[in-house]
């Protein structure tokens, strides 16, 4: 689900491989059913993978 949010693939890689890597997909995934815009779920994404 992380796809829907971000294209490239350093990204993508670096967003999974962290010590959240492995939930990413599902948190990506949950911000999309609550309805969250793209904008807002792409920077809490970014900042939960830190």
């Given at each position: 689900m992380l796809d829907f949010y971000f294209s490239y693939r350093g990204v993508l890689k670096r967003l999974r491989s962290g010590a959240?890597?492995?939930e990413m997909d599902r948190f990506a995934e949950h911000f999309f059913t609550l309805g969250?815009?793209?904008a807002s779920a792409k920077i809490y994404l970014s900042r939960i993978a830190l």
């Open positions: 959240l890597g492995g969250y815009k793209r």
